[in-house]
């Protein structure tokens, strides 16, 4: 059984920065795709940063391209994404998702196997 769990939301302010952290259970954790999805109600989850086993190659929205960094300590079966210069329009529920069958880069929501419980961003403007 996987199990993600995410942390490090909060409230910040508009040109702020926050880290976020999704610790993953699972014993292969460095052979799994990594991503990023963030929501806000009434409309679809979205994707927003994807990272390969290795950490070696990412792949981001345009919407954070240049702001957010989405890295990995698989000693610690953690990735993180850093998002800096936070804008309010960034305002979300931010999920983490692990494909357990892609080592690639991976944007499509339904490639994804499992799903943390999300944590909530606000940027105030």
């Known amino acids: 059984q996987v199990q993600l769990v995410e942390s490090g939301g909060g409230l910040v302010q508009a040109g702020g920065s926050l880290r976020l952290s999704c610790a993953a259970s699972g014993r292969t954790f460095s052979s799994w795709a990594m991503g990023w999805f963030r929501q806000t109600p009434g409309k679809e989850r979205v994707f927003v940063a994807t990272i390969n086993w290795s950490g070696g190659s990412t792949y981001y929205a345009d919407s954070v391209k240049g702001r957010f960094t989405i890295f990995r300590d698989n000693a610690k079966n953690t990735v993180y994404l850093q998002m800096n210069s936070l804008k309010p329009e960034d305002t979300a529920v931010y999920y983490c998702?692990?494909?357990?069958?892609?080592?690639?880069?991976?944007?499509?929501?339904?490639?994804?196997?499992?799903w943390g419980q999300g944590t909530q961003v606000t940027v105030s403007s």
């Open positions: 998702a692990a494909d357990l069958i892609s080592r690639g880069i991976v944007s499509r929501y339904d490639e994804y196997d499992y």
